[in-house]
């Protein structure tokens, strides 16, 4: 069990940020320190990127971590993939998708109180803020914790919090990984503490990543640099959390335009990092993945692939057609039975391509989708030689002709 201790106090934000550092585990700290370009290489440096397959194709650096991908995630063009099926150990990455599912099962109206298993569930020496048995806290405070300390406590009971029990919580981990068309991750804790049986690649912590940064309250959590959690009914102090993302403004490695992420290390995964980035009208995701001190330059080197050599291009749906008007008569007259079914968009859709692609060099397959909630979607895929770069989806909307008199 872990030795509970009293958590820092702040005297200054100098002092503050000091403790913090000092305080943190060495093999923790590794992962949010220096992540300077290892030299010589690391064995996967010389792999090339499958994107450079591609023709036409910006061609990716090399890159120290054995795998990565960059998404766009609003269009979710792939922009670059290093081994991105290749299993990998994902470390505290994994609480990424443990923070997804706490954003949309948990009720933030209610606290949350630290049970003696999710306090002391944890191994000595791991990220925590110490939360103890019979602790209260906001479920903000509990999210704000998991993601900006890493907090291992955290994220045990959010699982009980939201299905009673870590075990049934990894199997809502495992089954969301599926709905997000995951095919090579099992979860077998809502942390990422080294286990055999947990796992993921880089190509679905993307989609994962992807999923929940479309999620508001999500973003909100992974993008705070700074949080308090005032004295509680058991910690008479007040904690500080800090974000250690180190690309984040005004960290060791900024990086123009890095909003956030998450980062995780353990010795069999070495360095994971998940990172977002905004320049203009492109929103990345990068991820790095069995990276050996090279983390920080991996995501970096991606982040400027991204920016210097793609753009997003309008694929010019129409998001209001006009039906084609007909008599009640010419139904019994027409091959169509005299009813069209134009499709509609509810926004305007985009494909991310290489700099100085023009729409029509882009190729289109389109597929009717069934929809529960209504009429037919009409799901159009667009294609920068083979290789996704878009979508758009349009909505049936069905005129009878018997109404246009």
């Known amino acids: 069990m872990l030795k509970k201790s009293t958590c820092f106090t702040r005297i200054t934000a100098v002092l503050l940020c000091a403790v913090l550092l000092v305080s943190r585990p060495a093999h923790l700290f590794a992962s949010e320190g220096s992540t300077p370009t290892p030299d010589p290489h690391t064995e996967f440096y010389a792999q090339?990127?499958?994107?450079?397959?591609?023709?036409?194709?910006?061609?990716?650096?090399?890159?120290?971590?054995?795998?990565?991908?960059?998404?766009?995630?609003?269009?979710?063009?792939?922009?670059?993939?290093?081994?991105?099926?290749?299993k990998e150990y994902?470390?505290?990455?994994?609480?990424?998708m443990t923070a997804l599912?706490?954003?949309?099962?948990?009720?933030?109206s209610q606290d949350i109180v630290?049970?003696?298993?999710?306090?002391?569930?944890?191994?000595?020496?791991?990220?925590?803020?110490?939360?103890?048995?019979?602790?209260?806290?906001?479920?903000?405070?509990?999210?704000?914790?998991?993601?900006?300390?890493?907090?291992?406590?955290?994220?045990l009971i959010i699982g009980e919090q939201i299905d009673g029990s870590v075990k049934k919580f990894v199997e809502r981990m495992n089954a969301r990984a599926r709905e997000?068309?995951?095919t090579g991750t099992h979860f077998n804790n809502p942390n990422g503490l080294p286990d055999e049986t947990h796992y993921t690649t880089a190509g679905d912590m993307a989609k994962i990543a992807k999923a929940a940064w479309l999620n508001p309250m999500f973003r909100s959590y992974c993008t705070t640099d700074y949080y308090e959690i005032p004295p509680t009914n058991v910690q008479k102090e007040t904690r500080y959390l800090l974000n250690?993302?180190?690309?984040?403004?005004?960290?060791?490695h900024a990086y123009e335009g890095v909003l956030g992420g998450k980062t995780g290390y353990t010795i069999a995964a070495g360095n994971t990092l998940v990172t977002y980035a905004r320049r203009g009208n492109l929103t990345l995701a990068a991820v790095v993945m069995k990276s050996v001190n090279g983390a920080y330059s991996d995501t970096a080197a991606l982040l400027d692939y991204g920016f210097d050599n793609f753009e997003k291009i309008n694929v010019k749906v129409n998001k209001n057609p006009e039906p084609l008007k007909m008599l009640p008569c010419e139904k019994y007259v027409l091959n169509s039975g005299g009813n069209t079914y134009p499709f509609f968009a509810t926004r305007a859709f985009y494909a991310t391509v290489p700099k100085g692609t023009k729409l029509r060099?882009?190729?289109?397959?389109?597929?009717?989708?069934?929809?529960?909630?209504?009429?037919?979607?009409?799901k159009s895929k667009y294609y920068f030689n083979g290789c996704a770069v878009g979508w758009a989806m349009q909505y049936q909307r069905e005129i009878l002709s018997d109404l246009l008199l």
């Open 361 to 378: 060099k882009l190729t289109k397959k389109q597929a009717l989708l069934p929809n529960a909630a209504g009429p037919l979607r009409l």
């Open 114 to 155: 630290m049970s003696q298993s999710a306090a002391y569930g944890i191994e000595p020496g791991s990220s925590t803020i110490y939360g103890d048995t019979g602790e209260v806290f906001t479920a903000e405070q509990v999210m704000m914790a998991l993601m900006l300390e890493s907090a291992n406590e955290m994220a």
């Open 48 to 86: 090339e990127p499958e994107t450079n397959s591609i023709e036409g194709w910006p061609q990716g650096p090399l890159i120290e971590g054995e795998s990565a991908v960059l998404i766009d995630v609003n269009t979710e063009a792939v922009l670059y993939s290093k081994n991105a099926d290749k």
């Open 180 to 182: 997000l068309g995951c």
């Open 244 to 252: 250690h993302h180190g690309m984040m403004a005004g960290k060791e």
């Open 90 to 96: 994902p470390a505290s990455i994994t609480k990424i």
């Open 101 to 108: 599912l706490g954003c949309e099962n948990l009720d933030f």
